[in-house]
């Protein structure tokens, strides 16, 4: 799978897709409040982000939170 070359004008670190990028940004995301911040290194890989070889970061494997992973289990449905 290719992922999109996404870096951050903050933090300057690097993504593989806008979702990976969406990750690190954390906190109120309002007009008037403009908290809004990056994630430290450290605090991503505490989420389960890593970075790949050319240190571009990912989103950690397991996204219990995304519903468009087209994930397939090969569990069967025994009902
Ligand atoms: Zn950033």
Redesign the pocket.
């Known amino acids: 799978m290719k992922h999109t070359r996404s870096q951050?004008a903050?933090?300057k670190?690097v993504f593989a897709g806008t979702k990976a990028f969406d990750a690190?940004?954390v906190g109120p995301y309002t007009r008037k409040q403009r908290k809004r911040r990056?994630l430290t290194c450290k605090e991503m890989r505490l989420r389960g982000m890593t970075q790949n070889e050319q240190g571009w970061w990912l989103l950690p494997a397991h996204q219990p939170n995304t519903a468009d992973a087209p994930d397939r289990t090969d569990r069967s449905l025994t009902a």
């Open positions: 951050c903050c933090c670190q690190h940004r990056c």
